[in-house]
Nanobody, 127 residues
């Protein structure tokens, strides 16, 4: 059974940085694209970033491009999200996600195509 466990959220001032981590277990980690999504209060869960199996390709939402960096360590079965220059509008619960299919690419930004989710980690950015 696939399990995803996020960590690293917290409270930070605008302009600050955080790094989120997501440890995966239950299947061969380096066969799959991995993604980060977020959900703010009263809003739908939205795409943030994805990374392909070897880290060679990434994709970002326009709202975070240039500020966030997704990476992965296939030895540690971990995907990271480095968040810089945080804004109050980045406040949300951040979720790690994995697809069922090995053919899912970094271009897949539809949350419905991701079958496995972590429990989420809260990121709060204060002004």
């Amino acid at each position: 059974q696939v399990q995803l466990v996020e960590s690293g959220g917290g409270l930070v001032q605008a302009g600050g940085s955080l790094r989120l981590s997501c440890v995966a277990s239950g299947r061969t980690f380096n066969w799959y694209t991995m993604g980060w999504f977020r959900q703010a209060p009263g809003k739908e869960r939205e795409f943030v970033a994805t990374i392909n199996w070897d880290g060679g390709r990434t994709n970002y939402a326009d709202s975070v491009k240039g500020r966030f960096i997704i990476s992965r360590d296939n030895v540690k079965n971990t995907v990271y999200l480095r968040m810089n220059s945080l804004k109050t509008e980045d406040t949300a619960v951040y979720y790690c996600a994995a697809p069922f299919s090995r053919s899912t690419t970094v271009g897949e930004t539809d949350r419905n195509e991701y079958n496995y989710w972590g429990q989420g980690t809260q990121v709060t950015v204060s002004s």
